[in-house]
């Protein structure tokens, strides 16, 4: 099929990539909605008794542990290298302050983990990755000044939403997929919703997406993005719809770097001096109900509530 595709047939797949939602003037909450509801659900520790740690040692542990778990993040916790978390953990920062440092999360070979109101600074990798993984829920983090991704999916992940973080003072934001080469693992999979994150003054990757379709990034506030905001590449499906794009000259397109251009549609997007995107192709059916906020009002709503000392 030619990537110049008529008006018309904009229209249509558009109006095919989901139903029709019906924005409100605050439909915002912070509960889990999008992909991490789907596939039996992220509930993480569950009703476990938490505990709570102020050290690398007693943090490590307890994220690594076979046991259900409710950790809660004390102070700040300087890592020495990617830290391994296993299934069934919600692990939580205690107010405002509750620090990651040195390195991040590795959430891999696991499933029903979640990871909020957590500060991340200094990575020498990535912030949190998520790989060979299942049913995740980021939210509420707020992450800034590292080395690699901030938010990276990748290797046959699925099921994973990413709520309510502030990405700030760095490069790249947010990776779906991470080869043009491992579409064997990664058709069918890398399922994610994106909503509700504000990415301040960050360069690009938010996200760039490879072979997961659908995706669906909503709601978000894109404030001084530098090079690009959402790139749909390598066979995905991206459903851009209600964001709020402020002082960012390219927010969205089809192609990126030596990657093809797929699949992308836009719909019902704010633009403040900002480009109008590029557009095309038809995206998969989005499964699960969820609130859309009209994307006038999305900047206060995101400004207001995203990043720490929002919950727990």
């Not at 709570?52 to 290298?81: C, E, N, Q, W, Y």
């Not at 296993?86 to 891999?108: D, F």
């Not at 983090?141 to 990405?167: E, F, H, M, P, Q």
Request: charged share 15%; proline share 2%.
């Amino acid at each position: 099929m030619s990537r110049k595709i008529s008006r018309a047939l904009l229209a249509a797949t558009a109006l095919a990539a989901t139903a029709i939602m019906v924005p409100s003037a605050n439909a915002a909450s912070f509960n889990l909605e999008g992909w991490g509801t789907q596939c039996g659900g992220t509930s993480g520790g569950g009703s476990a008794s938490p505990v709570t740690v102020t050290t690398a040692s007693a943090f490590i542990s307890a994220v690594g542990s076979s046991s259900a778990s409710v950790i809660r993040v004390s102070g700040t916790i300087s890592l020495s290298s990617m830290t391994k978390v296993a299934s069934n953990k919600t692990i939580i920062g205690v107010g405002s302050g509750a620090t990651i440092t040195g390195h991040g999360l590795n959430v891999s070979s696991a499933s029903n983990v979640i990871i909020r109101n957590l500060n991340f600074s200094g990575w020498k990798d990535d912030a949190i990755n998520v790989q060979y993984s299942t049913r995740v829920w980021i939210d509420h983090n707020s992450l800034r000044s590292g080395y690699d991704g901030a938010i990276d999916i990748k290797r046959a992940s699925d099921c994973v939403t990413v709520s309510w973080n502030k990405i700030s003072s760095h490069d790249k934001s947010m990776l779906l997929g991470h080869s043009d080469d491992n579409g064997g693992e990664d058709r069918g999979k890398l399922r994610v919703s994106y909503h509700h994150n504000w990415f301040d003054g960050t360069n690009q990757r938010h996200p760039r997406v490879r072979f997961g379709n659908p995706v669906h990034v909503y709601n978000n506030y894109y404030g001084g993005v530098t090079s690009y905001g959402v790139a749909s590449t390598q066979e995905a499906g991206v459903l851009v719809e209600g964001n709020y794009f402020e002082n960012t000259r390219d927010p969205f397109h089809r192609g990126e770097g030596d990657s093809d251009p797929a699949n992308l549609v836009a719909r019902n997007n704010h633009f403040v001096n900002s480009g109008s995107g590029d557009q095309g192709g038809s995206v998969k059916s989005i499964p699960y109900s969820y609130a859309l906020d009209s994307a006038s009002g999305v900047k206060s709503i995101v400004t207001g509530g995203a990043g720490t000392g929002k919950v727990g």
